[in-house]
């Protein structure tokens, strides 16, 4: 079935930066664009990132734009985000999925705090 496995959470300073990683398992990984979601508790989910089936074409909520840069691997079935310049309100649980998916994995936590 389909599976998302997020890793690479933790706590950072603010400034300071991190790389989730997500591995993607039960479809064509190469057929589908791919997205970075983050939840705060309390709050609906929102959208971070979004990556075409190629690796070329890029989008970002106005929110990171310039700091956050989406990336993939097609041939190890692999999603990234590197997150520079972390800031206090980019904390929240973050997730991976294929476009059309309507499967969520568990989940990373990022925590940017003092």
């Known amino acids: 079935q389909v599976q998302f496995v997020e890793s690479g959470g933790g706590l950072v300073q603010p400034g300071g930066s991190l790389r989730l990683s997500c591995t993607a398992s039960g479809f064509i990984f190469g057929a589908f664009a791919m997205k970075w979601y983050r939840q705060v508790p309390g709050k609906e989910r929102e959208f971070v990132a979004r990556?075409?089936?190629?690796?070329?074409?890029?989008m970002y909520a106005d929110s990171v734009q310039g700091r956050f840069i989406i990336s993939r691997d097609n041939a190890k079935r692999m999603t990234f985000l590197q997150m520079n310049n972390l800031k206090p309100e980019d904390t929240a649980v973050y997730y991976c999925?294929?476009?059309?998916?309507?499967?969520w994995g568990q989940g990373t936590q990022v925590t940017v705090d003092q």
């Open positions: 990556i075409d089936e190629t690796g070329r074409r890029k």
């Open positions: 999925k294929a476009e059309k998916s309507t499967t």
